[in-house]
Nanobody, 122 residues
Framework: QVQLVESGGGLVQPGGSLRLSCAAS????????MGWHRQAPGKERELVAR???????IYEDSVKGRFTISRDNAKNTVYLQMNSVKPEDTAVYYC????????????????WGQGTQVTVSS
């Protein structure tokens, strides 16, 4: 019903920048919260940032001031601008979206992207 396709991951040097994108498609009526989680090897998945449909944002403490989450509601797309990246940012990044679909108009469900690898290394 809903697909989230991520792009923009890769290898970046410490101090560099990277921009992740995640586009949602399918039987969408509306998208509420969108966001990004990440999972590093041997660690649990953690929330990196989230953004409401109105543009309010929340960030995990370690990325505040370095990462910026934004969205384009017309394109059903969420972005994560990553600046001043550090080796500890290395992880698989997963986007998600809380979506109301044509099959369930009275509820919302969370959908996940497939994950994109971000590696910070010199």
């Amino acid at each position: 019903q809903v697909q989230l396709v991520e792009s923009g991951g890769g290898l970046v040097q410490p101090g560099g920048s990277l921009r992740l994108s995640c586009a949602a498609s399918g039987s969408i009526i509306t998208i509420n919260d969108m966001g990004w989680h990440r999972q590093a090897p041997g660690k649990e998945r953690e929330l990196v940032a989230r953004i409401t449909s109105g543009g309010s944002t929340i960030y995990e403490d370690s990325v505040k001031g370095r990462f910026t989450i934004s969205r384009d509601n017309a394109k059903n797309t969420v972005y994560l601008q990553m600046n001043s990246v550090k080796p500890e940012d290395t992880a698989v990044y997963y986007c998600y979206a809380w979506v109301v679909t044509t099959a369930a108009i009275w509820s919302e469900n969370r959908y996940w992207g497939q994950g994109t690898q971000v590696t910070v290394s010199s």
